[in-house]
């Protein structure tokens, strides 16, 4: 058993595993296992392993099962205490692994944490996935220290103080092995999009912890799969949103939250029409709350397993505030000028 395994999950990603791998690779320590699981490429990524990183384990999975179930399948044939799910487009830094595992190792409480996310094209300024550690609030909308909606702050060290969050970007998420499994992975259902939020909210009503540990940096593309404005990303993040929202919600939160959220996506249907002129992202809100309707059969069991086995009442990162009220009527840009 290796004590870490670095897993980067690959689908016709050859580009960025050239550019972004060997820094991986260089900075892995002895007791670190690199390991490469593909999501059947059709481009050269499997040559360009082979050729350029022998060293590296290749997991090859039979088709493309999209990021959340593509995990766990690969995960299921790794064998480490510590997983590290990361990107494929993100550049690493030298010993930024340290400073998480020694967190990890002191915190039993701690089931998983992650780095301070930056930019790849602006080292400066936090990146939009993940920032400084993720939170949620009162309706299910994400957003991060150091990023609220599209506005991205420069970094000036202001959230370097380690904090238990919410939720721990997808993009570079260190987990332990033992709590992945128990809580049963990532939801294979969602396929790409808010399957690491839902993961780390069922990972703290069993009681464990999620952390941002910005003493450890790494830089972040973003969007290499699917861009940012693109519909199928708009339609997946709206459809899991909900879906999430439905499975971890308390009994007596859950009708008064999604009554509310049935105004809120109709009105940024609207706004993205009317004000950005874009029809692609109107639509995929639509379908994305018919998709949800049509679908929650399938999450009833997952529901009741998860509301009848929680072992704590509220969760840390998950505030009462309306970020959207927060954001658009307040005019509140930054994390630091919320309400606390």
């Not at 550019?19 to 690199?34: I, K, M």
């Not at 309706?139 to 420069?154: A, H, K, N, Q």
């Amino acid at each position: 058993m290796s004590k870490v395994a670095i897993v980067i999950l690959n689908w016709n990603g050859a580009t960025m595993l050239r550019r972004f791998l060997p820094s991986v690779v260089a900075h892995a320590a002895e007791d670190t296992e690199v390991i490469v699981a593909d999501n059947a490429s059709t481009d050269d990524s499997l040559e360009l392993l082979e050729k350029e990183f022998p060293q590296v384990r290749t997991i090859l999975l039979d088709r493309n099962w999209g990021f959340a179930e593509g995990y766990n399948k690969a995960l299921a044939k790794v064998d480490a205490q510590y997983y590290v799910l990361l990107n494929s487009d993100v550049e690493v830094t030298a010993h930024w692994l340290t400073p998480l595992v020694a967190f990890m190792d002191e915190h039993g409480e701690a089931a998983a944490c992650q780095p301070k996310l930056l930019a790849a094209a602006d080292h400066g300024k936090y990146e939009y996935a993940g920032a400084c550690g993720g939170l949620l609030d009162r309706y299910g909308y994400p957003y991060c220290r150091g990023r609220l909606f599209d506005t991205v702050e420069t970094d000036h060290g202001q959230y370097d103080t380690p904090e238990q969050v919410l939720w721990a970007t997808g993009a570079c998420l260190v987990i332990r092995s033992e709590d992945y499994h128990a809580v049963g992975g990532l939801d294979g259902r969602f396929f790409a999009h808010n399957e690491e939020i839902d993961l780390c909210w069922r990972l703290q009503l069993q009681g464990r912890q999620v952390w941002c540990i910005p003493e450890s940096k790494v830089y972040h593309v973003g969007g290499g799969t699917l861009p940012k404005g693109n519909a199928r990303k708009t339609f997946l993040n709206f459809r899991n949103n909900l879906t999430m929202l439905y499975k971890n919600l308390p009994d007596e939160e859950l009708r008064p939250v999604m009554r509310m959220r049935w105004w809120l996506d109709y009105l940024a249907a609207f706004q993205t029409l009317i004000l950005n002129g874009n029809v692609a992202d109107f639509k995929a809100i639509f379908k994305a709350r018919r998709a949800f309707k049509k679908w929650i059969p399938q999450f009833e069991e997952s529901r009741k397993e998860i509301q009848s086995h929680r072992k704590v009442a509220n969760v840390v990162g998950r505030s009462a505030i309306s970020i959207v009220w927060q954001y658009y009527a307040r005019g509140r840009k930054r994390y630091s000028d919320l309400p606390r």
